[in-house]
């Protein structure tokens, strides 16, 4: 599917971005997704409300991030994904936040920005919280 199929059809709001891995050289970028399934309009209330998923760019021509949090983003991260969009550039914009482990300290936002010629989703697991 395109970019815009991908941010027409999944409502990222409240998921939480738990993983992601980047080939530079395959051009292949892999974003791994605590996913509310119960937010989508397409949710079969039958089935379980939350799960995992991957949505896998290809062909990626762009991704962008701040330097500050490129050790955090590789490493395993636990962000609320608070929105993601398609910006005039035709990029994919997603904004999220990791909250902090005490009130004293401040959150971290942080964008990542992405340009590819496809995204391919996969359920990875679901299940109820």
């Known amino acids: 599917m395109?970019?815009?199929q991908f941010v027409e059809g999944y409502y990222l709001h409240d998921s939480s971005?738990?993983?992601?891995e980047f080939d530079a050289d395959k051009k292949i970028l892999a974003l791994?997704?605590?996913?509310?399934?119960?937010?989508?309009?397409w949710y079969?209330?039958?089935e379980p409300s939350n799960g995992l998923i991957r949505a896998t760019f290809k062909d990626v021509s762009v991704f962008e991030y701040d330097d500050?949090?490129?050790?955090?983003?590789?490493?395993?991260?636990?962000?609320e994904i608070r929105y993601s969009e398609i910006d005039?550039?035709?990029?994919f914009i997603l904004?999220?936040?990791e909250e902090p482990f005490n009130s004293e300290d401040d959150d971290i936002y942080f964008l990542l920005?992405?340009?590819?010629?496809?995204?391919?989703?996969?359920?990875l697991e679901r299940y109820t919280l």
């Open 95 to 97: 904004f999220a936040v």
């Open 68 to 79: 500050c949090i490129a050790k955090k983003i590789f490493s395993g991260i636990d962000s």
């Open 17 to 20: 971005l738990v993983k992601v």
């Open 88 to 91: 005039a550039e035709g990029k």
């Open 113 to 123: 920005k992405i340009n590819a010629a496809s995204v391919d989703v996969e359920e």
């Open 2 to 4: 395109t970019i815009e």
């Open 44 to 46: 079969d209330k039958s």
């Open 32 to 41: 791994t997704i605590e996913f509310c399934f119960w937010m989508q309009e």
